[in-house]
């Protein structure tokens, strides 16, 4: 088992910046993908930011890209979203979602994560 748990998100203005962060704990090594997705009132979940635990591979969502940057500390076990020039329209809880399998995935399915944590708001005011 994997516990995911953020942190970071709040109440920033348009053009701001925030960090979240993602700490997993329990069997971590098995990770093979982790990925940031975000929920506005209203909205679907969607697909924010993501990468391979191996390294290889980065994707981000075309709406972030430029903006956005996913990272992670490995001696801390620990995923972050690095946001800057926020916008209104980044409203949401954000989510950290990790996947413990291989196989073909495609980043921006919820399907392809069996991890996820419990979010966290962020609020960005115009």
């Known amino acids: 088992q994997v516990q995911l748990i953020e942190s970071g998100g709040g109440l920033v203005q348009a053009g701001g910046s925030l960090r979240l962060s993602c700490a997993a704990s329990?069997?971590?090594?098995?990770?093979?993908?982790m990925s940031w997705f975000r929920q506005a009132p209203g909205k679907e979940r969607e697909f924010v930011a993501g990468f391979t635990w191996s390294g290889g591979d980065t994707d981000y969502a075309d709406s972030v890209k430029g903006r956005f940057t996913i990272s992670r500390d490995n001696t801390k076990n620990t995923v972050y979203l690095q946001m800057n020039s926020l916008k209104p329209e980044d409203t949401a809880v954000y989510y950290c979602?990790?996947?413990?399998?291989?196989?073909?995935?495609?980043?921006?399915?919820?399907?392809?994560?069996?991890?996820w944590g419990q979010g966290t708001q962020v609020t960005v005011s115009s």
């Open positions: 329990g069997r971590t090594s098995s990770m093979s993908l």
């Open positions: 979602a990790g996947r413990s399998y291989g196989g073909i995935y495609a980043y921006a399915s919820l399907t392809t994560y069996n991890y």
